[in-house]
């Protein structure tokens, strides 16, 4: 058997000190997680991260930097995640789009707000990926390429 991560794309969203969340339900629980989602066959991880902000928030998303490359396994599954974690810049919300049936609620929540919900994170790259996106951590979009037919 061939082994290989699960790709995955997410994006720290912050406006006036507050991060954009989703509340979800995993296996029976509530969590927290930024917009984050699988990338889909045939599409980049712009065109990725673009479609799971928009599918998870209603919102329109610019991505503007790279901040992480994250490899992470997660203790309640055999599953090891290849996590490429995007900041930029999100519209107003569109009153007309649903959200994905995965989705309770979108937040805007301080760094201490997710620090005290700790436990009911979905990951701890949340917190990880802040962090680097606080301390300034920065990569240009310019490091990833795609050789995807148009």
């Not at 997680?33 to 998870?56: D, K, M």
């Not at 810049?89 to 007309?96: C, L, R």
């Not at 805007?108 to 990951?123: D, I, N």
């Given at each position: 058997?061939i082994?290989?991560p699960n790709?995955?794309?997410?994006?720290v969203i912050?406006?006036e000190?507050?991060?954009?969340m989703?509340?979800e339900?995993?296996?029976g629980?509530?969590v927290?997680?930024q917009?984050?989602?699988h990338?889909?066959?045939g599409?980049?991880l712009?065109?990725?991260?673009?479609?799971?902000?928009?599918e998870?928030?209603?919102?329109?998303f610019?991505?503007?930097?790279?901040?992480?490359v994250?490899?992470?396994?997660?203790?309640?599954q055999?599953k090891?995640f290849?996590?490429?974690?995007?900041?930029?810049k999100?519209?107003?919300?569109?009153t007309?789009?649903?959200?994905?049936e995965?989705i309770i609620a979108?937040?805007?929540?301080?760094?201490?707000a997710?620090e005290?919900?700790q436990?009911?994170?979905?990951?701890?790259l949340?917190?990880e990926?802040?962090?680097?996106?606080?301390?300034g951590?920065?990569y240009?979009?310019?490091l990833?390429?795609s050789?995807l037919p148009?």
């Amino acid at each position: 058997m061939i082994w290989k991560p699960n790709v995955t794309v997410a994006a720290v969203i912050e406006r006036e000190g507050r991060y954009l969340m989703v509340e979800e339900v995993i296996g029976g629980k509530h969590v927290f997680n930024q917009p984050a989602g699988h990338l889909e066959p045939g599409e980049s991880l712009i065109q990725a991260i673009t479609r799971e902000v928009l599918e998870e928030t209603g919102r329109d998303f610019e991505p503007r930097w790279l901040i992480a490359v994250s490899l992470w396994q997660a203790s309640y599954q055999e599953k090891t995640f290849l996590r490429f974690t995007f900041t930029g810049k999100v519209s107003d919300k569109h009153t007309n789009l649903a959200l994905d049936e995965e989705i309770i609620a979108t937040h805007w929540l301080t760094r201490q707000a997710l620090e005290e919900r700790q436990s009911s994170l979905r990951s701890p790259l949340v917190l990880e990926t802040i962090a680097s996106y606080e301390s300034g951590q920065r990569y240009p979009l310019t490091l990833l390429q795609s050789f995807l037919p148009q």
